[in-house]
């Protein structure tokens, strides 16, 4: 196979084929002269072989394809079959002389789809030949210049080929990255977003979207605030400083809530940096956002418990300081001991430096007495671990004080059951100790105190319940009085009428056997009135002025007050009384015979006395002795000692208060009296009340009547003072003449001042109540003599008495008893 | 000339007729007080009193149901001629108290001696105001002076 020249420029060598020698020689003689580069080929195997050197040109003989027993065309065709397809060697076919021109244009024919062929009539002419020749290969170099031309079309196509197979891996390359960074993107534990600078999702991966409650796509497009308006603020403030100075901002926290999570505090680690386009414009922002919010809660529970822990210390630390705890340990394996600094205080002992001590330290300090048993009890724990727990003195070195201290140890033991670490407390006590001693002193006085005012409590709760019985019997003995008398009023009228009609000794008998019983029964009414009354009122009732009638009126009562079977005196001597209200002596005289009575209940028979008899103490004052008398069995001394002491009592009777004695104690003291008793066992008992006489009263002075008058117009007013006068015992008369009337007591309505005193100047003992027009309102003149005035009047005399023109009924009354008595004792000290 | 002087007329109120009864009987037979009536209820007594003009008139104090004292002040008004003396059961400071402060002629307790009550009737039909003995030992306490 031939080999092609690939040569940049023709050969300039012309292959030339001419069986005959001659016109080799002629064409060569010619081309040589003209320029031409000659090369002659021996045979058609020669120039075929010289084809594949590239010729610039063949000239060949027609006779050259004729040759016997030669395919001189085939073997030229093929060689110029191997020639590169710009390459056509151009051939000049030298007609053979003669010839038919027929046979030349079909030898050229033939070679025509492999050969460029000019064909030459031979004989030749010089300039033909040349001609020819130059124009072939011209010919000949535009195929090399094409051919250089397409070499060059080639290689830029080449080149363009490389270029777009380049960018074809590129794109693939950046396709399969792109891909590669969404995958990374999307399961990337980070949050990313990119937003344009109208603060708009352009993308954001499923890990932010999820964040934010709602999925990646339906972000795109939207606005932040449309999204998470908690942030768009705080996000506004970062793109705001991107855009301002180009660089990105690292770790920037943001919290708030998210629609994911309304009403949760969230926190995020946020990284924003600036993406740019090829100018470097800034695009928009890209974003990595880290949830922090678990690490956030973990930090701040983090620092709590820091905090707290902090604080424990300080407190334990404060704790142990306050309460002077001392602290120790002990190293068994080597046999040393250290002593907090608190330790040498609590012993008196100057700390050392290493605070190691010595076990003797310790045992000096501990008193003797104490130091056996609580080694013994140390050594315990030490023997099979736990814990232990001593009291001990210890006398401080530094002062010699004996303290008290409380020892708590624990054990540590290592994995051969050994004891390897003992570390203690000790507590100084002894001020506890002290304060324990003086609380349960305390305790047991208060103990003492809530006993007594529980029995007090008690005494005094069965007293309420025994004054609200003692009400509702006071009530009912009041309802009782009232319809005894309602009921013996009929009697008693009835009785009267009958009076007259009882003639025979027997009828009169009966008559006043009935009148007696009506009687009792009404001063039975009459005690129970009495003692239905407040006793705390004393002005309830009068006083006991006349003893001989009190006895009358509270006898009955008074043996109410005793069973049935014992004997009951009442009686008192005519003329004596004592300044206490009826009721108030009539219901301490009550308890006194009703305690008797239940003294002496078990008795077959018995007495009880009330009885009053006039005495003189040693200072020379009249007294009355109110005695109640039993003979009972009388009271162990004792019981005497205590039984005027509140809420002392003996007995077990529902109404027992312990306060009969106490009440009748208080009511005679209040009247200027005492109470005494006298008893002994087997000997009965005697209570005697010793009480002030009552002033004589002109009540009861019946030897001498007292006279009053009465000047005053108005009826009603004259009837009220002369009723007032008449209870006490004046002999009263109207006197309406105008002069000064003779009597001790004048009762007077507006007198002329010169009556009063001329009344005043004749009775020197004369007393004057005067109702005075004007005394309704306060005085203002000062009380001047000689108006008619009630203040003038009211200072003429400290012996008159002045009320308004109509006194209230009470007013009269007071003002009338108050001049009688005053009168009285003023005639009584003359 | 002595005249007598005439039997003072009685009219009594009170819901207990036994006692209105024996009173009647006994001041009709002793001749001391002419009877001229007797009515259990006081609002009902009050224009018979007025129309009757008794002397006196005994008012019992407490009727249950009735208010006693409100025929007192109608009675010292319509009737001033009738003295009207209560009646009862109690002897209590504050009744009489307030028995005279609202013109009572006198306050006298049905324990009191029938004589003594016969005798404190005549005396306030003539104008006497009058306390009975009972009532005068609850009432006659000694004050505390005048003002």
Redesign the interface.
Same mark, same amino acid.
Request: glycine fraction near 14%.
């Given at each position: 196979m031939p080999t092609v020249s690939t040569a940049e420029t023709p050969s300039a060598t012309i292959l030339v084929l001419t069986p005959t020698d001659g016109d080799a020689a002629a064409v060569c003689h010619v081309l040589n002269d003209g320029g031409f580069q000659t090369r002659v080929c021996a045979d058609m195997a020669a120039l075929a072989h010289a084809v594949a050197a590239a010729p610039a040109g063949i000239i060949l003989a027609q006779e050259a394809l004729t040759v016997p027993g030669e395919s001189g065309g085939r073997m030229l065709a093929s060689a110029l079959k191997g020639q590169p397809e710009w390459s056509d060697v151009p051939i000049v076919l030298l007609a053979t002389s003669g010839a038919s021109e027929v046979s030349a244009w079909e030898h050229a024919r033939a070679l025509e789809p492999v050969g460029n062929i000019s064909i030459l009539e031979r004989p030749l002419r010089r300039t033909t030949l040349l001609n020819a020749v130059a124009v072939a290969l011209r010919a000949r170099e535009r195929q090399y210049r094409l051919r250089a031309t397409l070499a060059q079309r080639e290689e830029a196509l080449r080149r363009v080929a490389d270029e777009v197979a380049a960018t074809t891996r590129i794109a693939e390359e950046s396709q399969r990255v792109s891909h590669l960074l969404d995958a990374l993107l999307l399961t990337a534990p980070v949050g990313f977003c990119f937003l344009n600078r109208d603060l708009r999702f352009v993308h954001i991966n499923e890990r932010l979207a999820e964040t934010n409650g709602i999925s990646a796509k339906a972000h795109l497009g939207r606005h932040v605030s449309e999204i998470v308006p908690a942030l768009v603020e705080a996000l506004r403030g970062v793109t705001d400083r991107i855009l301002a100075t180009g660089e990105a901002v690292l770790n920037h926290e943001f919290s708030g809530e998210t629609p994911s999570a309304l009403g949760a505090r969230r926190f995020w680690k946020e990284s924003w940096y600036p993406v740019r386009g090829g100018a470097g414009e800034i695009l928009g922002f890209g974003g990595i956002v880290e949830e922090i919010t678990e690490r956030k809660e973990a930090e701040a529970e983090l620092l709590l418990l820091t905090t707290e822990l902090r604080e424990s210390e300080t407190r334990t630390r404060v704790a142990t300081e306050a309460t002077a705890v001392g602290i120790w340990e002990w190293n068994v394996l080597t046999d040393s001991i250290r002593w907090d600094a608190q330790m040498f205080r609590l012993y008196g002992i100057a700390p050392t430096p290493d605070g190691c001590v010595q076990y003797g330290d310790w045992s000096g300090a501990v008193l003797p007495e104490d130091l056996a048993k609580n080694d013994r009890i140390l050594l315990h724990p030490v023997r099979r671990g736990g814990q232990s727990r001593r009291e001990f003195r210890i006398r401080r070195r530094d002062d010699g004080r004996v303290r008290h201290i409380e020892a708590v140890e624990t054990v540590r033991m290592n994995e051969d059951g050994q004891a390897e670490w003992v570390v203690g407390t000790n507590l100084d006590i002894t001020e506890r100790e002290a304060a324990q001693q003086e609380l349960s002193r305390h305790r047991e006085g208060l103990q003492r105190a809530v006993e007594q005012r529980t029995a007090e409590l008690a005494a005094s709760t069965v007293a309420l319940h025994t004054a609200e019985r003692l009400a509702a019997l006071g009530t009912l003995a009041a309802g009782l009085g009232h319809d005894i008398a309602n009921l013996t009023l009929p009697i008693r009228m009835r009785l009267k009428m009958l009076e007259a009609s009882c003639t025979t000794d027997d009828t009169r008998k009966d008559f006043a056997a009935i009148s007696k019983s009506l009687d009792h029964l009404s001063n039975l009414s009459a005690g129970m009135r009495l003692m239905a009354m407040d006793p705390e009122r004393e002005q309830a009732s009068t006083p006991a002025a006349d003893l001989e009638a009190w006895c009358a009126e509270t006898s009955q009562i008074l043996r109410a007050a005793i069973p049935h079977h014992l004997h009951f005196q009442c009686q008192a001597p005519r003329g004596l009384g004592v300044n206490i209200p009826r009721h108030r002596l009539a219901q301490a005289v009550f308890n006194l015979v009703q305690n008797a009575g239940e003294a002496m209940a078990a008795q077959p028979d018995g007495t009880v006395r009330v009885t009053a008899e006039a005495a003189t103490t040693a200072a020379g004052d009249l007294v009355v002795r109110v005695l109640v008398q039993d003979d009972g069995p009388g009271m162990p001394a004792e019981v005497v000692a205590r039984c005027f002491e509140p809420y002392f009592s003996t007995k077990g009777r529902a109404i027992a208060t312990g306060m009969g004695l106490g009440m009748v104690r208080g009511i005679v003291e209040s009247a200027g009296g005492t109470v005494a008793v006298r008893s002994a066992p087997g000997e009965g008992t005697t209570f005697t009340l010793t009480i002030p006489a009552a002033v004589s009263g002109p009540s009861t002075d019946a030897s001498a009547p007292r006279t009053a008058a009465v000047t005053i117009k108005t009826q009603r007013e004259a009837a009220l003072a002369m009723m007032f006068l008449g209870q006490l015992a004046f002999k009263t008369h109207r006197h309406l003449d105008s002069s000064a009337p003779d009597a001790s007591l004048w009762v007077v309505e507006s007198p002329d001042p010169s009556l009063v005193r001329e009344y005043l100047n004749h009775h020197p003992h004369g007393w004057i109540v005067v109702l005075a027009a004007g005394m309704d309102s306060a005085p203002t003149d000062g009380g001047r003599q000689g108006t008619r005035s009630g203040a003038g009047l009211n200072h003429l005399s400290e012996r008159v008495t002045v009320l308004s023109a109509s006194p209230s009924p009470s007013d009269l009354r007071d003002a009338i008893t108050h001049a009688s008595h005053a009168s009285a004792a003023a005639t009584f000290r003359k | 000339m002595n005249e007598t002087p005439p039997i003072p007329g009685l009219f009594m109120v009170d819901d207990?007729d *036994?006692?209105a =009864?024996? $009173?009647e009987?006994?001041f009709t *037979?002793?001749g001391l007080l002419r009877w001229l009536g007797w009515c259990p209820d006081p609002a009902a007594a009050v224009p018979m009193i007025v129309q009757v003009r008794p002397d006196v008139v005994l008012l019992d104090v =407490?009727i249950p149901g009735a208010d006693c004292f409100a025929a007192l002040r109608s009675l010292t008004t319509q009737c001033p001629s009738s003295r009207v003396v209560m009646f009862? !059961?109690?002897?209590q %400071?504050a009744l009489i =108290?307030r028995s005279?402060?609202e !013109?009572a002629? !006198?306050y006298i307790?049905?324990?009191d001696? %029938?004589?003594t009550i016969a005798q404190l009737l005549i005396e306030a039909a003539r104008?006497?105001?009058? *306390?009975s003995p %009972?009532a005068?030992?609850?009432? $006659?306490?000694?004050?505390? !002076?005048?003002?």
């Open positions: - | 207990n *036994l006692a =009864e024996a $009173m009987r006994y *037979l002793s =407490e009862s !059961g109690h002897a %400071t =108290e005279l402060n !013109g002629a !006198g307790v049905k324990d001696p %029938t004589s104008g006497a105001c009058v *306390l %009972t005068s030992s609850v009432y $006659m306490r000694p004050g505390s !002076g005048p003002a």
